[in-house]
Nanobody, 121 residues
Framework: QVQLVESGGGLVQAGGSLRLSCAAS????????MGWYRQAPGKQRELVAT???????NYLDSVEGRFTISRDNAKNTVYLQMNSLKPEDTCVYFC???????????????WGQGTQVTVSS
């Protein structure tokens, strides 16, 4: 299976920055997409940013220009650089990977445990 381990969350003042990291490990043949989702209490989980193995990125409109997603394919690691943070960015952030365990297998969704990001006003 695939394990996703996140790091880098914490408490920051509005306008500050944080960098999230997520490393995938386990029996991995390939990872097509890696990314970050977030969820606030009582709300649905929403996509923040994704990046394909080829480097194509996609962002939530409200974070475009403030957040940057990047990926190290050799290390199966994805990063999220978050700048100009706002109180409304306060959420639990979840790492995501669409991974294949075998060359002839199908791709499945994998999730990290989540890391709390809190932005104070």
């Amino acid at each position: 299976q695939v394990q996703l381990v996140e790091s880098g969350g914490g408490l920051v003042q509005a306008g500050g920055s944080l960098r999230l990291s997520c490393a995938a490990s386990g029996t991995i043949y390939s990872i097509g997409v890696m990314g970050w989702y977030r969820q606030a209490p009582g709300k649905q989980r929403e996509l923040v940013a994704t990046v394909t193995s080829g480097g194509v990125t996609n962002y939530l409109d409200s974070v475009e220009g403030r957040f940057t997603i990047s990926r190290d394919n050799a290390k199966n690691t994805v990063y999220l650089q978050m700048n100009s943070l706002k109180p409304e960015d306060t959420c639990v952030y979840f790492c995501y990977a669409l991974a294949k365990l075998y060359s002839l297998g199908i791709s499945n969704d994998y999730w990290g445990q989540g890391t709390q990001v809190t932005v104070s006003s």
